[in-house]
Every structure is written in C-alpha cells, then in structure tokens.
C-alpha cells in the first residue's frame, strides 16, 4: 500500500490543499517525491552524485573501455601471499584483529606508516602524530570538519580531485580555485587569491593540493615552486592539506619531498595504501600536529568509534612480512607502460586542436578538446561507441571545465588503452565534422538565460572554463599541433 503524501504546505505558512474549504481527500497538486523533503539538513541540498560514481553501471560492461576510474592494478599483487598473509593473521590474531580498536589506530600500524612517509622526506614524525582512516577519504573529511564552517573559503588547486569537492560542498565551504600549469600550482595566483580574500574578508582555512602526480591533471608541483609556496603559507599564516595518495609512484625520479617535511607545524599530511597496496583495505592516515590530533580523534571516534582492525593489522603484517618497496616498483613499472601507451595512442589518433598533460608519475592524463566541444555533452555518445571517461566538470566546484576530460591509464591492459583511445579519437571527430556541418556554431554549449518581464528567454555562449589549459606536447606529431 502506498503511504499518503503528506500535504508539501505544513509548515511553511502557505495555504495548501486542507485549508478551509477544501475536502481532506485531496491530494496537493504536486506531491512530493520525498516526504521527508522538508526535514533535511541544509547541507545536504548541493549534494549530487560524482562525475565517476555516476559511471559505475557503464564501466561494468565489458564491451566498454573505461579511462574513467582510477582503480589500482590489484592483479599485480602476489595474491595467494597476500591471502595465506591474512589467513594466518586471523587464524593466529582473531581475538584481536576482530575486536574493536583504538580510535587512533593500531601502534605498530602507526610506526610503519612513519617508515613508509621517511621515502619522502618526513624522517621526524612519531606515531603519536598518527591517526588511521578508512582511507584518505575519511582523513580528508575529518580535517575538513575540524577546521571549517559554513561559509569558509578553501583554496583549490583548478582542477582538483573530485572526492575532496564533494567533501567541501557537504561541509557548506566555499572553494576557491587556483590555477595550475605544467609546474603544478602556480605561486603567483595562490598569492593573488589569498590578498583578494584578505580584502573581502574571507576566512580561508586552508589550500588543499595533491601535489605530486596530480588527480585530475597528471602535473607533479616543482620543487622550486615548493619553496615558493611554503614561503607564502608563512607569510599569509596559511595550512596547508597536503593529499598525497601518488607520491611513491614516481616513473622516472625518486619521491619528491613532501610539503610536510619542510614544515610540521603548517602542513597536515593525508597519506593512504589504496595505491600502493589495497584499495579495498581502506587504510589511510593522517599526520598533524598533536593538538589537531586529539580533536581528529575525537571526530573520529564520534563517526566511526574506530577504524576497521582487521584491515590495520593485515596492512602493518603486509609491511612486515612482505617486500612491499619491490612491489611499489613493479606497480611503477605496470604503469609506465600503460602511461606511455596512452601517450603514444593520443599522439598518432587524436585530431588536431587536442592537446593534454604528460604525466611522470601517478594515473592520470587531462585532455583539453578541440575549441567548441564539450566533454560532459559528448560523453554519452562516447559511451555508445563503448569507451568511458570523465568529464572535466567534475573536477570544479564552480561548473566550468567542460571542454576538458580526466583519461585514466591504471586500470586497462595496454591494448585496451590503445583501443579505447581510437574509439575516443573518432568521437571526437564526429564531434568536429557535426560543429563543421553547422558552420562551426557550438549546437551543445550554448545555456538559456531566463526571461527577463518584457522578453523571451536569450541564449547566450557559456563563459570560460576555467583557468588551467592542458599544455601542446613536445611528442607529438608536428602536423597536429594545436
């Protein structure tokens, strides 16, 4: 039987459908889909689903090539160690390991993420310093709830990982986007941001950047360019939320310092296994100064009263029993192969006007189409020619890059990779020859502005998308440069 859908004017003030005169029988002209529309949260009303997440039921296909999701090349782990690994740890540790836990998170597990953050540079931290999430994820929404309220301004990186913009919206912050370049953020704009915001009155809590092999845009942050930015964050007494799930995955150089080892008073440091052991453990961490610690303590024991003790106790036996530096190195090399197929395939395929990032590290090309197109209108006709990617408006909280996608390489064996860009190339130039068709006018960006009292709607060409352009490539071929 299908409840009553209660009348959508309680409450309001409003004259709804049993106001006198009316027969209790009848149901409001609109009725809601929600009942409990009216009792939510005002945080939740921006909520919406992700640009990846929304993929999920098409990159299931196996028909479909998805460089859409980052999803780490488990397949490369030596599984059958990894399981008789977990096996034993329960079969020998189940009292524990199946028990509740601290909400800081286990001590051993604490001194070995202390190990695995020396290989960039952070040789002072303790373990008192440590607090283990459920992934980055969760670190990343408890600094988040710990420092900001509504209305807050958080500085960005343009474009910036699509996770954190959801965590910022659901906390009723304000981003700010800061543009990069092939360099990585650029010193410069996050000066200018921060002395605009100065004068606005603006409180900005802190700048989040990944900065070592960057979600979406595949650029590693320069070390000159480190010092430039930690010099600003001490004159402008400006945190620092450094997230860095990438920064062992470096093809062609050792690990970069890390920003909070230049600093461990105004850098706090999210670090996560998803990438380099196990996605599905869920195991990241924190790293912040002790007094930030106890209140992410706090927050965590009041949202998950501890983090998983089985998942800690099977990553701290994996970093103790296994050679898990010489597994980091065969993941780098599985994904340098497949980075260079994506690279090569878009340098023979792709049609002139394309240009995109070439990544030295981590898992991610961003691609900026040809002028005119839009990626976010484009993706279901790629989806019907059966690859998958992720349009770049996701990765803004202000809805521009639409000419811009995120290509992911991790996940797809090398030949897919090169199948899913030919497959991609000619949707773009579909998209070309239809914009070509009709003289070049732009039949898919062009947005209505609502009517003003003494006319019809007018249709206007969007603004500009955003301030980071995917840089030409030096590897490309001569006749399609931009």
Not at 314 to 321: G, H, I, P, Q
Not at 451 to 460: E, F, L, N, T
Request: net charge negative; proline share 9%.
């Amino acid at each position: 039987m299908t409840p009553p859908v209660p009348d959508p004017s309680v409450g309001t003030g409003q004259a709804g459908a049993h106001s006198a005169g009316a027969s209790p029988h009848v149901h409001p002209r609109h009725p809601r889909l929600d009942p409990l529309a009216d009792r939510y949260a005002a945080r939740t009303h921006g909520m919406k689903s992700s640009e990846i997440r929304a993929l999920f039921s098409v990159v299931s296909r196996p028909e479909v090539v998805s460089l859409a999701g980052g999803m780490p090349a488990v397949t490369a782990l030596p599984l059958d160690a990894v399981g008789s690994m977990i096996g034993d740890l329960v079969s020998g540790m189940g009292a524990q390991t199946l028990q509740y836990g601290s909400g800081q998170g286990d001590p051993r597990l604490r001194e070995r993420i202390c190990d695995v953050m020396a290989l960039e540079g952070i040789t002072d931290a303790s373990p008192s310093e440590v607090v283990v999430t459920v992934g980055s994820q969760q670190g990343l929404d408890l600094v988040t709830r710990v420092f900001c309220d509504p209305g807050d301004v958080i500085l960005a990186e343009g474009p910036s990982y699509v996770g954190a913009l959801g965590v910022f919206q659901a906390a009723q912050a304000r981003v700010r986007h800061v543009p990069m370049d092939d360099d990585g953020l650029v010193p410069e704009a996050l000066e200018q941001a921060l002395v605009e915001c100065r004068a606005r009155g603006d409180r900005v809590k802190f700048l989040y950047t990944v900065p070592n092999y960057h979600n979406p845009g595949g650029v590693t942050l320069s070390e000159p360019r480190r010092e430039q930015i930690m010099a600003i964050a001490e004159r402008f007494d400006l945190l620092i939320v450094e997230d860095n799930p990438y920064g062992l995955l470096g093809f062609d150089r050792e690990p970069m310092r890390a920003l909070r080892a230049r600093d461990d008073q105004r850098v706090i440091y999210l670090g996560s296994f998803s990438k380099t052991f196990s996605p599905g453990l869920r195991v990241g961490w924190v790293l912040a100064p002790l007094a930030v610690r106890e209140k992410l303590v706090l927050a965590t024991e009041a949202q998950v009263l501890c983090p998983p003790s089985l998942t800690q106790y099977a990553v701290a036996r994996y970093l103790d029993t296994q050679p898990w530096r010489e597994q980091i190195k065969i993941f780098t090399e599985l994904y340098r192969e497949r980075r260079d197929a994506t690279l090569e395939s878009l340098a023979a395929l792709m049609p002139p006007g394309t240009t995109w990032t070439r990544p030295d590290g981590g898992f991610y090309v961003w691609l900026k189409l040809p002028a005119g197109l839009d990626a976010k209108l484009m993706q279901p006709r790629a989806v019907a020619a059966h690859v998958a990617y992720v349009p770049g408006i996701g990765f803004y909280a202000d809805g521009s890059g639409r000419e811009y996608m995120r290509l992911s390489y991790c996940f797809p064996e090398p030949h897919r990779i090169r199948e899913g860009v030919r497959r991609l190339a000619r949707v773009i130039e579909a998209e070309l020859d239809l914009h070509s068709t009709f003289d070049g006018v732009d039949t898919g960006s062009f947005r209505a502005v609502p009517a003003s009292p003494s006319g019809p709607p007018r249709v206007v060409e969007p603004e500009g998308s955003g301030p980071f352009i995917g840089p030409a490539n030096s590897d490309r071929n001569e006749d399609r440069q931009p």
